[in-house]
């Protein structure tokens, strides 16, 4: 497909499990971004990629939270020791790695932490 | 870094009158703000931007408008229709554009009664 692709679109896991979520940018756009939005709240940003330089990580909550990019194409972010206030719509986004460029967003994968 | 505030939180409308949604925001440098539209279960899907060299932009039944001096900049919707109904984010450049890094508002809850 043309646009950002997310997989899984939903996942439910136990509290305490790791889960990993897996982005697939639109082809030829460097920058990748994550972002997690709680329920009924806005776009809280957590780690921007841009081509080979390093990973803007300033809104990772906390060490549980890691993210890579491999091949400067698909992207997984991984929660470690789940909690419940994890639970969250987490959205990728992609664009072209020139100033002020539009953002595409996927649709999010929706992650229950029981 | 830049700071985001949209109003209001939640707007509804008539079908066929007009919807404002206005952002300010606190960078002078920004000058990049896109507006977003968020269906239940989907992603932002990006509406409208506009770039700090002019002061409005249209497209068809959407508008937005920038005024740099007192830092704030509108989305206008004409003759609103019930597939409006949507959360709407207005955006800015962190750090005044020196990243790809997007500082988004809290969102805007349309509701277009028909």
């Known amino acids: 497909g043309a646009g950002v692709s997310q997989s899984p679109s939903n996942k439910v896991t136990e509290k305490g499990k790791d889960v990993e979520l897996r982005c697939d940018p639109i082809s030829g756009h460097t920058a990748l971004y994550w972002y997690r939005q709680s329920l009924g709240q806005g776009l809280e940003f957590l780690i921007y990629?841009?081509?080979?330089?390093?990973?803007?990580k300033s809104g990772l909550p906390s060490d549980r939270f890691s993210a890579e990019r491999t091949g400067g194409s698909v992207s997984t972010l991984t929660i470690q020791r789940t909690q419940q206030e994890d639970s969250a719509v987490y959205l990728c986004a992609s664009s072209l790695a020139l100033a002020n460029q539009p953002q595409h967003f996927g649709d999010g994968t929706r992650l229950s932490i029981l | 870094g830049e700071n985001v505030e949209q109003h209001p939180s939640t707007l509804s409308v008539q079908e066929g009158d007009s919807a404002v949604i206005k952002c300010t925001y606190s960078d002078s440098a920004s000058n990049y703000f896109p507006w977003y539209k968020q269906e239940l279960g989907k992603g932002p899907q990006l509406i409208i931007d506009i770039r700090s060299n002019v002061g409005e932009k249209k497209d068809q039944r959407i508008a937005v408008t920038l005024n740099k001096t007192a830092k704030h900049f509108s989305l206008h919707i004409t003759e609103t229709q019930p597939e409006d109904s949507a959360v709407y984010f207005c955006a800015a450049p962190a750090w005044g554009g020196a990243t790809n890094k997007l500082i988004f508002g809290t969102g805007t809850l349309l509701a277009v009664q028909p």
């Open positions: 990629f841009q081509g080979n330089s390093a990973p803007d």
